[in-house]
């Protein structure tokens, strides 16, 4: 072991981090290894809609370079504000529809658990 005042030796600790997985039910509980393909996996089943965002932005970066060379008069740096003005509107109302979501799918939990509860204590 090392003293206090020196780091301890990493080489004590015998980590595989290519290999590791989630154990446990913390944040989703995912089931997914810690990969690439596993992370955005296991985000878009917890929360489908911050890809979506991404893949709107994207198409819309992809479209604005398309339209790059058919802009008119316009100057490049409007034209590129606009860019990012419509980058951002796609990913934000998307997570604005998550959220949306998500608030509507935790109150219809509630009242359905609100119903259920009150036929147990009517019966």
Same mark, same amino acid.
């Given at each position: ?41 296991? &985000?878009? +089943? ?17 479209? *604005? ?10 100057? @490049? *740096? ?12 796609? +990913? ?19 009242? &359905?658990?609100?119903? &259920? @509860? *009150?036929?147990?204590? *009517? &019966?």
């Amino acid at each position: 072991m090392s003293s206090p005042s020196t780091p301890p030796d990493v080489s004590e600790y015998n980590y595989d981090f290519d290999t590791f997985e989630r154990e446990g039910d913390f944040e989703g509980g995912s089931e997914y290894k810690d990969t690439h393909d596993g992370r955005l996996k296991s &985000k878009m +089943i917890e929360a489908p809609f911050v890809p979506i965002g991404i893949a709107g932005a994207l198409a819309t970066i992809g479209y *604005s370079i398309f339209a790059f060379r058919r802009r008119g008069t316009m100057s @490049t *740096s409007v034209f590129l504000m606009h860019l990012r003005v419509r980058a951002q509107s796609m +990913i934000v109302g998307s997570l604005t529809l998550g959220v949306a979501a998500t608030l509507i799918k935790e109150f219809m939990d509630k009242r &359905k658990k609100k119903q &259920k @509860t *009150s036929q147990a204590v *009517s &019966k």
